[in-house]
């Protein structure tokens, strides 16, 4: 199966602390064969440096960050929405050209979040939501999942 990654799950450091968050299971599941991943990194695609600050969408979610009516900001308030979009529509173009099966995504992120996302507010609490990155995905016909899951399909 041939899968967009969040490139930190497969113990590449470009989250925004510089840091990776490998995933055993996933990596078992590369070894073995059963999936062929492509590692993204949309805030990298997007421009943004690593390490770089923490962001949270502001307003919503990822669907509504590329409606207009969301934005993406850093904990000192500031916007790097056309980033995290820029990032989004290059992950987006690799998708298709790989001819993507799915798309597993890193749960939290302001970019991957699939299924819940941080709430805007910098304290640590998560809400239902996708990232930018996930959402675009979605609306194109892509399925996103997160790395549980991968795991509860017991592949």
Known sequence: MIAIVSACMLGINCRYDGKNVADAKLLKL???GEIVPIPVCPEQLGGLPTPRKQSEIIGGDGF????GRAKVV????????GYLVKGAKE?????????AEVAIMKNGSPSCGCGT???????GRKVKGFGVTSALLMQN???VID?????????
């Open 30 to 32: 590369v070894e073995a």
């Open 64 to 67: 509504d960050v590329i409606e």
């Open 74 to 81: 850093t904990r000192d308030g500031e916007d790097i929405t």
């Open 91 to 99: 992950v987006l173009k690799i998708a298709k050209l790989v001819k």
């Open 117 to 123: 996302i941080y709430d805007g507010t910098f304290s």
């Open 141 to 143: 016909g892509f399925k």
């Open 147 to 155: 790395i549980k899951e991968l795991k509860r399909d017991n592949r």
